[in-house]
């Protein structure tokens, strides 16, 4: 690992000098006044993100997150787009998604992600909305409500100048990101179908921010899937195991073939962690309640096992040799067993095309413009998946733009209600410039 993370830092510092920007440009007029938009927006942005808080929209809870649906789409009826909503199938048993859309030919087709549910369901009990000092708690509040603010600012700060008529916008909000429904290409679909038509994708998740006020946005992102091993052997009295007719049964397979992954495996940016792993007589798992049971006898060789786990690689590459490789180790059965294992994937990989850093270069120039820092790409290793994955494949794409804070998918997720503001005024000239 100090090798990786040593590597990971020159490549760090090779980035930051390509993206760092030479000279901090002056805003335009018409920029300038993008800027003061915004600023004259500040309490409202923050009434409108205390109102979205305050109806409780975990992913579970259909009726929240359509109520949430509901006032968000009220704005972008507003800003003049054309909005509906995406129903999703009963048997999903989740809410849908809120779709807008402004068409033009100007520039860049653009497409801002973001998601109106958290997961915080109806039974929480963290408090929606908590003033704390400097910063306000509450559910969802950076992740990622306040995202969802900022976007819905920057648009109008573009529209009350006049630039956003004769550009070609797409909003996607999505009500089911914190869990997303099955089956998830489904669930998907319109994702999928915005981004084939977009040429930059910018997804409103948390900003990084570090201990020393560094900012980062996500140019990569690795993608998540799950493995399902399921091995059997020949049952049979143990003081025969190791022998030519019980073979060596399936609790030493299963053991065999999860270390080999463990022994040959390990590479940068690659995890696959072994969830959870039964073998006996009898075994039975439920994926729904993530729970199973195994019976079994110190003196009889188990003829069934199974392991789940997952896999996260940086590119559809380095995933493809893993589960080609997985699968070959699965293969080399001890004798008296055999073993299958198959893949699901939940999330595509987001690897860091130049297209994406293109992006995190632009917006680290807005930033300097502003007088405020460069904008560093963050570490994909140290974040989960999102949404902006499922664009990756079609459109060039950035992760991050939304609100600092902390916490999130804690009892103690916060928001710094200044970046509502400071990241609203970036976004808007991020999206100015795109589509000018
Ligand atoms: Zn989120």
Sequence with gaps: MKRLSRGLAVLGLLLAAAIAPAHAAELSALESRIVQAVKARSPAALALLEKSVHINSGTLNVEGVKEVGRVFRAELDELGFATRWIDMPAEMARAGHLAAQRDGTRGKRVLLLGHMDTVFEPSSPVAPWQPDGPRIRG???????????????????????????????????????????????????????????????????????????????????????????????????????????????????????????????????????????????????????????????????????????????????QRDRARSRMREIVAKNLPGTSATITFAESYPPMPATPANEALLEMYSQVSVDLGMRPVKAANPETRGAGDVQFAAPYAAGLDGLGATGGGAHSPLEYLHPESIERNAIRAALMIYRLTR
């Design 139 to 317: 559910q969802g509040v950076s992740d990622m409500k306040g995202g969802v603010v900022i976007l819905l600012e920057a648009l109008r700060a573009l529209k009350s100048v006049g630039v956003l008529d004769g550009a070609a916008v797409g909003v996607l909000l999505t009500g089911d990101e914190e869990s997303v429904g099955q089956p998830g290409a489904r669930a998907r679909a319109e994702l999928v179908q915005m981004a084939r038509k977009s040429d930059a994708v910018l997804s409103f998740e948390g900003m990084g921010l570090d201990g020393s006020g560094e900012e980062s946005l996500s140019t990569a992102r690795r993608g998540a899937g799950g493995w399902v091993l399921t091995v059997t052997g020949k049952q049979g009295h143990s003081s025969g195991i190791f022998g030519p007719h019980a073979g060596y049964g399936a609790a030493y397979e299963l053991a065999r073939i999860v270390n080999a992954f463990r022994e040959q495996l390990i590479e940068p940016g690659l995890t696959f962690g072994a969830g959870v792993m039964m073998a006996g007589t009898e075994v039975a798992f439920d994926p729904a309640q993530a729970r199973g049971t195994a019976a079994g006898k110190s003196n009889v060789i188990p003829p069934q096992a199974m392991a789940r786990g997952d896999l996260r690689a940086l590119t559809p590459e």
